[in-house]
């Protein structure tokens, strides 16, 4: 069975790898099924979808009627003014079949006009808060996506006590020096911080980020032939203790992102210091 470690400031033990349901989005109801008996054999206990995952949250909803004390439900919105947001979440709920989620998160809070308005007057915010008072909720949380969502959730943290964040936290992103340093304040903005990550592959032998590239052909994506980082570019989310938890974006096809499947300068030791592990992600989220 997968290990299980606080998320966050929840409460709650989840596992290692949490299940991104925006796989399901797409899927049948008897192929989604199936993933789900998977999860479940493997002690998977934690389930994040959100609004915008397609059919996800319809998908999850057969599966929750039954087994819905066994699962950590985490959803998210993306709309930025109360109303909406408020109808976002009740929606969710009604897709999902429950009366209420475990936690709900802004989704991809990453851009200013975007952020103001979420954190300002009648924002989402505060339709979330109230949520979370009537019992539709019992925890709030944000998450984001590029290199300037490290910084933006150092704000919201300032702003609003979240009890999560979630962001992009892998290899190719750790060879930009901004992202680097954002990631540090962030990380020392939590008290008794510390990263946790997850990831779409195996980790690399040792735990932490290859150091030493395997040697390639030219014109080879190096991300792609390191053995440590078998067949495929992936990242994974990190999450500070206050908050926390991660998983994957999807795992990228060669020659798909060049600006990302670059190899990046070796992460400073702070950042790739033994406290850091890397594990699975079932599926992705965002």
Known sequence: ??????????????????????????????????????LDA??????????????????????????????????????????????????????????????????????????????????ALEALIQARDEGLTRFIGVTGHGLRIAAMHRRSLERFDYDSVLLPYNYALLGDEGYQQACQALLARAPNGEWRCRRSSPPPVGGGPPTTPRPTSAGTNPCLRDERWPARCSGCWAAVRLTVSCSSI???????CPRFCRR?????????????????????LG
């Open 250 to 256: 999807p795992p990228a096809t060669p020659g798909c």
């Open 42 to 123: 493997f002690g998977v206990n934690h389930l994040d979808t959100a609004a915008g995952y397609g059919d996800s949250e319809l998908r999850l909803a057969p599966w929750l009627a039954k087994h819905r004390d066994r699962f950590f439900l985490a959803t998210k919105t993306g709309d930025r003014t109360a109303d909406s947001a408020r109808a976002s979440l009740e929606r969710s709920l009604n897709r999902l079949g429950v009366d209420r989620v475990d936690l709900i998160q802004l989704h991809n809070l990453v851009e200013e006009d975007e952020w103001q308005t979420a954190h300002g007057p009648h924002g």
């Open 264 to 284: 990046p300068p070796t992460p400073p030791p702070s950042l790739a210091r033994p406290r850091i592990s890397l594990t699975r992600t079932y599926g992705m």
């Open 1 to 38: 069975m997968i290990d299980r470690v606080e998320f966050g400031r929840t409460g709650h033990r989840s596992s290692r790898v949490i299940f991104g349901a925006a796989a399901l989005g797409t899927m049948h109801q008897d192929r989604a099924d199936q993933v789900l008996e998977s």
